[in-house]
């Protein structure tokens, strides 16, 4: 079964707040370095695509 663009929305904001959780918590603690500034662009990534495709189930749930 396919994942409808609004569960993959939710899970991708979801693990994009972990990620972001993580990197405070690691650049407070250990300062900036690869391992936190990559945690940062994980994050950004998810948040990104959770954000594109809860706003695409929107879109398509108007066209319908």
């Known amino acids: 079964m ?13 693990l994009g707040l972990l990620f972001t959780f ?22 950004t990534i998810d948040l990104g695509a959770g954000i594109r495709n809860i706003l695409l189930h929107f879109k398509l749930k108007k066209s319908m």
């Open 2 to 14: 396919r994942p409808t663009p609004l569960s993959s929305g939710i899970l991708y904001t979801i």
């Open 22 to 43: 993580v990197a405070v918590r690691h650049v407070g603690e250990y300062g900036w370095g690869f391992f936190g500034v990559l945690i940062i662009f994980i994050a």
